[in-house]
């Protein structure tokens, strides 16, 4: 892949949506999302927060299309947007994996 320089506003955009992963709370609920659709409720019960919390961050998330909503009936399913957000996260978590265990993937 090559570099791309980005625009001052498309590194603005960039940074935002690396804030909102920096929050543990979002982190994590991106985190829950990673495998298949999850409810409001069930994401709420896993983090033992309450529902509106949830809900804030999720606004957010989906905002910056870090997630996607599906409603069904009157539950609300959310999921990653796309497979970019997924690689990302996955690239991230080999590196801090390899990298905690004193491995280099420079040969």
Do not use: W
Not at 16 to 27: C, K, N, S, W, Y
Not at 53 to 81: C, N
């Amino acid at each position: 892949m090559q570099n791309v320089a980005l625009k001052d506003d498309q590194t603005v955009q960039l940074a935002e949506v690396f804030g909102l992963l920096a929050d543990p709370t979002r982190l994590s609920i991106v985190l829950a999302c990673r495998e298949h659709e999850v409810s409001t409720g069930d994401i709420a019960d896993s983090l033992g927060i309450s529902a509106s919390l949830v809900s804030h961050h999720l606004r957010l998330l989906r905002a910056a299309r870090v997630l996607r909503a599906e409603r069904r009936g009157k539950q609300v399913f959310y999921s990653l947007a796309d497979a970019c957000v997924r690689d990302v996260l996955q690239i991230m978590i080999e590196h801090l994996f390899v990298h905690e265990h004193g491995e280099s993937d420079e040969s």
